[in-house]
């Protein structure tokens, strides 16, 4: 296992929900979501981060439909997701930035993030 493993994806059909997960071997200071889409020419999209005080960002499209959260205890991140569109339909991955405080969108930005998980799938049927 590496050090960021993510769980919970799966078939969904629109309007569902979805909870993914991710579990850090170490403690972690920001921490992020993203996806990429399938096809060819896609590129990772930022979705949703989270400081360690807890403060947390989101890209337009998720925002009011996904919620970013942190469990400290157990060293593992949370998304929520809810009302999934067709579009959403991406590989979700987890990332981890120990130098990085997240103050809008634009610093979801796979640049800043060092640590990656493997991704878990998410399909949206319609």
């Known amino acids: 296992q590496g050090p960021l493993v993510e769980s919970g994806g799966g078939t969904v059909q629109a309007g569902g929900s979805l909870r993914l997960s991710c579990v850090s071997a170490?403690?972690?200071?920001?921490m992020g979501w993203f996806r990429r889409p399938p096809g060819p020419g896609k590129y990772h999209e930022g979705v949703?981060?989270?400081?360690?005080?807890?403060?947390?960002i989101y890209t337009d499209s998720v925002r009011g439909r996904f919620t970013v959260s942190r469990d400290n205890a157990v060293r593992t991140l949370y998304l929520q997701m809810d009302n999934l569109r067709p579009e959403d339909a991406a590989m979700y991955y987890c990332a981890a930035a120990p130098r990085w405080y997240l103050r809008r969108p634009e610093d979801l930005n796979i640049a800043n993030f060092d640590f990656w998980g493997r991704g878990t799938q998410v399909i949206v049927s319609t």
């Open positions: 170490e403690p972690r200071v920001t």
């Open positions: 949703a981060g989270i400081n360690s005080d807890g403060t947390t």
